[in-house]
């Protein structure tokens, strides 16, 4: 955040990276030792209720900034992320959601019509399937691949829409409940992705996305990091609404990183002028999406992310319309626990082992006995 | 693991206890102490931290033996366990007679045999995560070994997906890596049996196997000790190529205790159990190494 130097001379901002998958663990014990050798940190929206009954972050509600923290500057949706208890307890800085990404040459090769970009005419996942298959029929390397292989964000919506729930409930989301039907339902349809070689199972995060911009995919499910890549990828491609499941609600992955201050900051002044400048100025919200090419929360830059896609192709035209419509009604957020992190990285882990092969209805009930138990050890 | 001048260091020169030897030692200590120190900081303090760990809650409450009970009792456990047993075993029997071999084929006069040893000793010389990210091309489904097996007529294989194959790449990936590494401690050894042992043997009418049986295999167990525990210990606290691999998977077929502890740490933040779990994993190792030391020993340097 260059910007952040020059509207306050003297500050500036060093960034410090954590391994993604220790980051929450690590920010906890240190949170917890009141560890004063930072003023900000970067938090995910499903550890702030736990972070909250820790005592591990305090709210922004009374700040200048976080007055000014309303639907009017900031996206409804983001606000929810981290409000606890009806207190705002971070800024969301970035949002996401997911479309459905398909290619044009691919799809006219097998005689496929591309899905249209009406979202009363959205496509279930059983119809992406099979019209992938025959993409591949026809030429075609991958026929469906996800952004995110194995990750939980953005499969989420499948059991859920399925009425399978999120796969925590009960006070606090301390229960699991992945065994049930929806999210068998959604197992083995996972599971026929990859048996059926219509995805890869090679291609990691970050590959998939690739092999869709190298032509090599007839659609990709991915989020909208990718837009201008695509747009730059010389391929003729467009863009549809995130996939229901057949008998399902439409629902979405959203959500993205948000920033709080840590309470033992010695520079707590300056820390809060970072987290408004980030979240409520046009120059840090931009300054932002130039390092990481998500989604802004802060309504002018968000409106100016859109227009900027709106004008530079036609398929990211289309993208800027869904986005608007899908955090306005279809997004659900991931469910905030204590337990959220352990939760995840099991899943993941699961999806991975379905994906490979196992049983879906074993792999899920071994899951939820292994997070049962893991549970039981969390802070009471 | 790696003090190879313990390993080939010469069984002479031993002298009778006496007051030079004491001073010897006290000019010994300036010199000794970067290391004790290491040893200290490093080995001893996270071993009694981990083991006072285990016998606390999260909140710091004595709980005596509750992090065992628990870790005992919970499901999954006892799969990482037998895992990880399997994996010493395995990577045992593969490494270390194939170390042995090639240290006899590199310890004769063969052309080119200073260019071969060189290039089997390159894999140590490498990181440990570079190997592993390069096997995870070599072994992917659209990568050489299969496109070789297909060039065969051989079906595709999925290695590191297939939970009945995983822990098997895990041993041939460790292999890889480390037999050139063994070698060398083996090659050593056998250079320092008197050269007069087989040439007498050789005069009584000893063939090449009969030699290295009854002299060279004999005088070999104290390099075969070292390169034996220091197998065991590499192969227990395996750790990089499964986050890099595997992640444990699939189904836990590699789910190895040095990984499961970790994840209990840093991803369940439930450092009590995996303060139990090192503690366990470090007792497995000790089991191991007195039966090898056990097993070995006795008549190493006459």
Request: charged share 10%; with cysteine; hydrophobic share 45%.
């Amino acid at each position: 955040m260059t910007g952040f130097g020059q509207l306050y001379p003297g500050e500036s901002i060093n960034q410090t990276n954590l391994p993604n998958g220790t980051y929450t663990g690590t920010l906890q014990q240190l949170l917890g030792a009141h560890d004063s050798s930072f003023d900000l940190f970067f938090i995910d929206p499903t550890v702030v209720s736990p972070f909250v009954e820790a005592g591990l972050i305090t709210p922004i509600v009374d700040t200048t900034f976080g007055k000014r923290m309303t639907p009017r500057t900031i996206l409804p949706r983001a606000i929810v992320g981290v409000t606890y208890k009806g207190k705002k307890w971070a800024m969301p800085l970035w949002t996401s959601t997911c479309y459905l990404y398909y290619n044009n040459t691919l799809l006219k090769a097998a005689g496929i019509t591309p899905p249209s970009a009406d979202p009363k005419k959205r496509w279930t996942w059983q119809q992406v399937a099979a019209a992938g298959a025959q993409a591949q029929k026809a030429g075609a390397q991958w026929g469906l691949l996800l952004s995110q292989p194995d990750r939980y964000y953005q499969i989420q919506p499948l059991p859920q829409s399925l009425g399978g729930g999120t796969g925590l409930t009960g006070p606090g989301n301390l229960t699991v409940d992945i065994t049930n039907k929806a999210w068998l339902q959604f197992a083995q349809f996972y599971q026929s992705l990859y048996s059926t070689g219509l995805a890869s199972l090679d291609l990691l995060i970050g590959q998939t996305a690739l092999a869709f911009e190298a032509g090599q995919a007839a659609f990709l499910v991915g989020t909208p990091n990718y837009l201008m890549a695509a747009a730059n990828a010389g391929i003729d491609w467009g863009i549809s609404y995130y996939p229901v499941m057949q008998g399902g609600t439409p629902m979405t992955p959203t959500d993205s990183w948000g920033l709080a201050a840590n309470p033992s900051s010695p520079n707590m002044s300056a820390a809060l002028d970072a987290i408004g400048f980030a979240g409520l100025s046009q120059v840090g919200a931009l300054d932002l999406v130039a390092a990481v090419s998500n989604l802004p929360t802060y309504i002018p830059a968000f409106t100016q992310e859109l227009h900027v896609l709106g004008a530079t192709s036609y398929p990211t035209k289309v993208a800027a319309g869904i986005t608007g419509y899908e955090l306005a009604r279809t997004a659900v957020h991931r469910p905030q626990s204590v337990g959220y992190a352990i939760f995840e990285a099991t899943i993941d882990q699961t999806l991975a082992s379905i994906k490979t092969g196992q049983n879906p209805a074993q792999a899920l009930a071994q899951a939820e006995a292994t997070l049962k138990d893991q549970f039981s050890r969390l802070p009471k | 693991v790696r003090t190879a001048h313990e390993a080939t260091r010469p069984a002479s020169g031993r002298k009778p206890a006496s007051r030079r030897i004491s001073r010897d030692t006290i000019a010994a200590i300036p010199f000794l102490l970067p290391i004790l120190s290491a040893v200290v900081l490093f080995r001893l303090l996270p071993f009694v931290t981990a083991i006072v760990g285990s016998l606390r809650s999260a909140e710091h409450h004595w709980v005596g033996l509750e992090n065992y009970r628990y870790l005992v009792t919970s499901p999954g456990f006892t799969q990482t366990v037998k895992v990880s047993l399997l994996f010493v075993v395995l990577s045992l029997l593969v490494q270390i007679p194939i170390a042995l071999g090639l240290a006899l084929l590199f310890s004769q006069e063969i052309r080119g045999g200073a260019a071969m040893r060189t290039l089997l000793f390159v894999p140590a010389t490498v990181s440990i995560v570079s190997s592993a990210i390069i096997f995870r091309y070599v072994f992917a489904s659209f990568g050489p070994a299969n496109a070789i097996l297909s060039a065969l007529g051989i079906q595709k294989q999925p290695f590191f997906d297939s939970p009945h194959q995983s822990l098997w790449m895990l041993v041939i990936v460790m292999a890889w890596i480390n037999v050139g590494y063994l070698m060398i401690f083996l090659m050593a050894g056998l250079r320092q049996v008197p050269e007069e042992y087989y040439r007498a043997a050789a005069i009584d009418g000893a063939r090449y196997w009969r030699r290295t049986r009854t002299i060279s295999l004999p005088l070999l167990r104290r390099q075969l000790l070292f390169v034996t525990v220091g197998a065991t210990l590499s192969a227990f606290v395996l750790f990089a190529p499964v986050q890099l691999l595997t992640g444990g998977g699939p189904q836990g077929s590699t789910n190895l205790i040095m990984w499961d502890s970790y994840e209990r740490a840093f991803v369940a933040n439930d450092l009590p159990a995996a303060y139990a779990e090192i503690t366990i994993l470090t007792a497995l190792t000790l089991i191991f190494v007195v039966i090898q030391f056990a097993l070995l020993r006795g008549g190493t340097d006459e």
